[in-house]
């Protein structure tokens, strides 16, 4: 969730539409999107709810977010769960509740788009049900909307800076100093720029590589059954085609050092490489 950046922030439209919408679809006086924080959940918007979150142990989301699929409690005081919950015992009670998932594309489940009410009501129907889940993924395509939105921003930034950088640089000093710049901008410990040669077996050389900041020896290494061999295949197609990121974000030794070459490459970093991403280029 923290990758979303959305914790805290003030209250904006996008949000405020579905959760008025939600209230008048299924005419409840109160429609939350309420985000579960390690020990909080938190409401990007609200509607007939006075505070802006509550302790997670109080909130009834945080039984809805151990699932993948909506929570429905028709009257939550004939629920063990919540019998000892404050706001399911408090004079002027939570009696009812429907939860559907915040779940991101990587089936994280942030929190939920909930409705309540102070007396109990009947279940939701099928569609019911059906129409509050894609209500829920409508929030979620909002999130994935600011995130993207920032991470242009980011990378518009980022190749400013990375254009500055080099403007002035001319000659054999043009790569190091790229990327040197990449590795600082991407904030990775490793950059290098490496091209293609010889027939079979193809190799990788680089012909400029940054380790930890600092310009080092060029290496060469096989390239088959390698990132940069898979980035290469993926790239392969017309120019229109988009060409694919390779990116492993974790377990990189584990998973992709078969090649006894690269094994070797990888041996004179001074740390483990869990993350490794690989782009094609082509003149």
């Avoid at 404050?86 to 942030?110: H, I, K």
């Avoid at 078969?258 to 690989?278: A, E, H, I, K």
Wanted: with cysteine.
């Amino acid at each position: 969730m923290y990758r979303y950046q959305i914790l805290d922030t003030p209250a904006e439209v996008a949000f405020d539409r579905l959760t008025t919408l939600a209230a008048r679809l299924f005419k409840k006086p109160i429609v939350l999107i309420s985000l579960v924080d390690e020990s909080r959940a938190w409401f990007k918007s609200s509607i007939g709810f006075g505070a802006s979150e509550v302790r997670r142990n109080d909130a009834l989301c945080n039984f809805a977010v151990l699932t993948d699929e909506p929570l429905i409690i028709p009257d939550t005081r004939l629920d063990d769960r919540f019998v000892c919950n404050p706001f399911v015992q408090a004079e002027v009670a939570t009696r009812f509740y429907a939860g559907a998932p915040l779940l991101d594309r990587d089936g994280f489940n942030l929190g939920t788009l909930c409705l309540l009410d102070t007396v109990p009501h009947e279940a939701l129907t099928a569609e019911e049900e059906a129409t509050l889940v894609d209500l829920a993924a409508m929030v979620v395509d909002e999130l994935e909307l600011r995130l993207a939105a920032r991470q242009i921003a980011s990378v518009d930034a980022a190749l400013v800076e990375i254009t500055q950088g080099v403007a002035r640089v001319t000659g054999g000093e043009f790569f190091d100093e790229l990327v040197r710049h990449f590795a600082k901008v991407l904030g990775t410990d490793y950059v290098y720029i490496g091209l293609v040669e010889g027939t079979e077996p193809k190799m990788m050389r680089t012909i400029a590589t940054c380790d930890r900041g600092h310009i080092v020896e060029n290496l060469e290494y096989r390239l088959q059954d390698t990132p940069c061999w898979e980035a290469i295949l993926h790239g392969r197609g017309s120019a229109n085609e988009q060409r694919k990121i390779c990116c492993y974000p974790r377990n990189f030794r584990m998973r992709r050092c078969s090649n006894p070459s690269l094994s070797r490459v990888m041996s004179r970093f001074r740390s483990m490489v869990p993350t490794v991403m690989c782009w094609d280029c082509w003149v």
